[in-house]
């Protein structure tokens, strides 16, 4: 079955205001175009799951579509702090936002829970965390093996998950190496999923190497060819990270003001994720090049 | 930022960078990671973050533990960058590296999984018993003064790692408390008095490596005490810089200033663009 | 460090009478010479942890190394009965076993728990099968986000974990592809872990491709060598399985006394694996033959 | 094995293939094979073992379902084996497929996870409300009669799959039971009447074809009720051979024989060596 559709054509036909969407990738592979295309389709009222922030959440809260966050880090990682979540946390500007808050081994049980369609998952780690005593979602069971009682969290089901892979085929097998996060869960746990890749290839290229399909077609509802759709985060074999574009994020959100002019030159004055990379200027990219580093082929053959 | 070769016996100001053997200056960062990679002897598996934790665990490899292996919270394990990683999710890290898991095993199988001897953390406030706190400051906790990052790895890290290694970059009374804020990694003790949860598996923090010195923790319900300062440093000054009344050893001894194959190592072969020997 | 050593070595360096010992692959890279070393050096007591039963089973069941069994399916795959195993069930011939029977996901989370250092994982199938009603260690925990009361089993945590892989370089980092079980889960769950392999190959080779390791070398005790170590099972890339051989045991495995000569003269009457194989003589593994089947190279490339 | 034109009309004996409307023979694995894949027009995702099943859905591919896709309990989706496997695990089915999952994403995000339409079953016995025995037969569970395979995943597919389809290559009392000796996979109505437990996803088995005819149920409550009978069966003959008082529909009916295309697909292209049309 084609699934591919343009950006727009799938934010639209899968999100909802007032949806849980789930936009995950750890540093690499980050569905940033698609979180740009919500902002550009004006949604509102969604609370957004990812674990570790970036600029996209600032994006998304200074463009008024959240309101609430369920996340882990919520710093702009190494690059700084990400100013529009601290107004809204810590002086409650422009208004108050509901923030879920757990640690990373928190979110990985709670996607891990909702991939499985269990109603909680385990965890060892929040005995004596203020984090667990804040949040009335973290509870615990007994221990019917006679341990102590264990703290669990709930499953984390989001009404949509999109995530950035290398590639997929047409019909949504989706491939993706390097640093592979949460992906594969918050995919599975989903009850709608978007993948947005670099490139979408010939079938025959994914079936050359089915191990390394992270998530398999049946759970894809969209797939769309999106280059540089990670951008500022990077795509191993395609594009390194920009970090001066996430530094001067940092320093530009200081100013709340500077936010929405920036979000309504860059992102509502583009019409899509074409046009506004070409705001950036194709120099701008020689710096993002990347060397090549092929792998060692394995044999898949069976009996001839 | 200099330090002629006079003060040595004296009380060195803080922003002065400590002397080494040779004479050379050393800068705190370097300081911290040499201190830190000899703290490393004897141990296997890490899980660290960029910057100095990184550069502790090659010099270690280069010195007390050659085999010490170093695992990212990205998955990355094994890796081999040809320059210095500018954060945990750099993908420079992933050409040439051992394996790269994915997040359900680092957390669950790596970290939950008791399988890291030491994991280096940082925090915004460190208490006597070595519980961290990388949330929030303030007292109202639904709005801080000033929100931190949060834990990521950090509340993992402290209840499966064997032993916790902190560094931390400047030893004052705003940073070493008598109270935390908010408690994001409880420690061992505090971990051991809730009333529910599993135990932490190890011990806590074990080392604190900072600008003035070393604090050291054996046992669950022992404080931190100051068991080394570096040379120069006054003893009476890391207490002052402590928040709490902190204990000194009865054996306190001065650290061994930086050897020049260590510098060396750092300077020539490590981080030769000073990316983070600021 | 070189964790390269010989099978015999390793097998009586990692395993104590008396161990639980987890042998895993799905029908694909099993430990089968691993196993068969176990005979030789004559272990006793131990209780077995195998999701899919096979050949191996019944063999280490007529060499008497054990008097437990974990398992979830006990057939001889697709070839036919398992008779010495269901000797020792249905008649207690020779003597009792000790079975702890799960279903694949049961088994599968016991893995999971261990691996997790977690007292027990969740699962949703169990409500009103009798394996639930038969086993006591399948146990359930209330579900404190308001649904039913919960199945969990427990961990499952073995004393040494044996697997077989395609590859691995002498440090352990092991690489697998084609069907993976629950070896990865297995590895980690372990006390200790032998891994054996078709190659040892230079680490420039698994570090070319680093998201094809399943077990990263931390883990990994030994790491032994074993070429064609998973007949009459298939690795992929490698060697086709040999549903002669499986199905011959079925019917040879009806006779406990053609059991017991089997492994006098097969096992017990080669000094090692070569050996064995070598009394199957050179054309036998000519069926077994594959044609090859590359995988296409990823780009790992990072910045230049 | 062969039969005559003229016998069409008659009840046929058990063991004599049934009749198509070109006048082929049909072999009980064709007729079970084609009834199982008119049964999956709709469906999207199935769960499948090796033999009839994966015919039955490579044959649904090529007719009533175009889109179906094929979730082996190995991992494997969308397989494309040059020859038909010789068991879930064959490792010919991993060349060319478009993935390979590991067994905690198929168990638990797949089979848990809810993700499949159609599961298809066996099972050493039956009852009226689909629970399914693949344990044992005998009275004493620690020292039965006959010990069976157990489980395997056939617990996880009956719990989360949207429907489960049973094939019974012989409808026979023994098979067909009023009481299981044990309860290896429930259906619906018997988890739902448990105590404890998570609710299975699914209806629990909906299709048990056989080669007597189809049985259906489609509520949690309802029995198993024959709705069809293969072509020159009796439908009493179906109630003798069923261990409990069989429903037989009022509108049963008269399963349409297998057709020149689909006997084509299945002897032609799917199965041209024969392996499992026995």
Redesign the interface.
């Known amino acids: 079955?084609d699934k591919t559709m343009s950006l727009p054509q799938a934010i639209s036909t899968y999100l909802r205001n007032g949806d849980t969407v789930a936009l995950e990738g750890?540093?690499?592979i980050v569905p940033v175009a698609a979180a740009h295309e919500i902002i550009r389709q004006g949604f509102t009222d969604l609370v957004l799951a990812r674990m570790?922030c970036d600029v996209i959440v600032d994006q998304l809260l200074g463009a008024n579509c959240l309101k609430g966050l369920i996340?882990?880090?919520?710093?702009n990682?190494?690059a700084g702090s990400l100013h529009e979540?601290?107004r809204r946390?810590?002086?409650?500007d422009p208004e108050p936002l509901w923030f879920d808050?757990?640690?990373?081994?928190?979110m990985?049980?709670r996607y891990?829970a909702g991939?499985?369609?269990?109603?909680?998952?385990?965890?060892?780690?929040?005995?004596?965390?203020?984090?667990?005593a804040?949040n009335p979602r973290i509870?615990?069971?007994?221990?019917?093996?006679g341990?102590?009682?264990?703290?669990?969290v709930?499953a984390l089901n989001p009404d949509l998950t999109i995530i950035h892979a290398?590639r997929a085929?047409m019909?949504g097998?989706v491939?993706a190496?390097?640093?592979?996060?949460?992906q594969?869960?918050a995919a599975?746990a989903s009850h709608r999923l978007i993948v947005t890749v670099e490139e979408i290839v010939d079938?025959a290229?994914?079936?050359?190497?089915?191990?390394?399909?992270i998530v398999?077609?049946?759970?894809v509802d969209a797939v769309v060819a999106v280059p540089r759709g990670s951008h500022p985060h990077?795509?191993?074999?395609?594009y390194?990270?920009d970090?001066e574009f996430s530094r001067q994020w940092s320093a530009l959100a200081r100013d709340a003001a500077a936010v929405q002019d920036w979000l309504e030159t860059n992102i509502r004055g583009t019409s899509d994720h074409d046009e506004f990379l070409a705001t950036l200027g194709s120099e701008h990219f020689e710096r993002?090049?990347?060397?090549?580093?092929?792998?060692?082929?394995?044999?898949?053959?069976?009996?001839? | 930022m200099t330090l002629s070769a006079h003060d040595t016996t004296e009380t060195r100001s803080r922003d002065e960078p400590s002397e080494t053997t040779s004479s050379d200056v050393v800068t705190s960062s370097e300081l911290l990671t040499v201190h830190s990679a000899r703290a490393l002897a004897g141990r296997n598996v890490v899980f660290a973050g960029h910057g100095l934790p990184t550069l502790a665990v090659s010099l270690a490899q280069h010195t007390v533990a050659p085999d010490i292996e170093i695992v990212y919270e990205s998955g990355v394990t094994g890796a081999r960058p040809p320059v210095m990683p500018r954060s945990i999710s750099d993908s420079i890290l992933v050409p040439g590296a051992a394996s790269v898991m994915p997040m359900t095993h680092l957390f669950n199988y790596v970290l939950q999984g008791q399988r890291i001897d030491v994991g280096f953390l940082g925090a915004a406030q460190v208490d006597k018993f070595g519980n961290l706190n990388s949330t929030l400051i303030g007292e109202d906790w639904e709005h801080p003064d000033s929100r931190l990052p949060g834990s990521g790895g950090a509340i993992e890290a402290m209840a499966g790692a064997a032993e916790i290694f902190l560094v931390m970059r400047r030893h004052t009374p705003r940073t070493f408390v008598e109270s935390l804020d908010f408690v994001t990694s409880p420690g061992s003790k505090k971990a051991a008095e809730a009333e529910v949860g599993s135990m932490p598996a190890g011990s806590g923090v074990t080392h604190v490596i900072t600008d003035l010195g070393i604090m050291t923790r054996f046992a669950r319900d022992e404080e931190l005490t100051l068991t080394a300062v570096h040379p120069g440093v006054d003893p009476a000054e890391a207490v002052r810089q402590t928040g709490w009344n902190l204990q000194v050893s009865t054996d306190l001894e001065t650290t061994q200033p930086p050897t020049p194959d260590e510098l060396a190592l750092l300077r020539e072969t490590l981080d030769p663009t000073r990316i983070y020997l600021r």
């Open positions: 079955m750890f540093g690499h570790s996340s882990s880090f919520i710093a990682s190494s979540l601290r946390i810590e002086k409650s808050e757990y640690s990373h081994g928190g990985v049980a891990q991939a499985s369609k269990l109603p909680f998952q385990p965890i060892a780690s929040y005995r004596g965390s203020d984090l667990a804040k509870k615990s069971v007994p221990d019917p093996y341990g102590p009682d264990i703290h669990v709930p290398q085929d019909h097998n491939q190496w390097g640093m592979l996060g949460i594969t869960e599975f079938e290229v994914v079936r050359s190497d089915p191990n390394r399909t398999p077609a049946h759970v990077s795509v191993q074999g395609y390194d990270r970090d993002m090049a990347i060397h090549d580093a092929y792998s060692t082929p394995v044999n898949y053959g069976g009996r001839a």
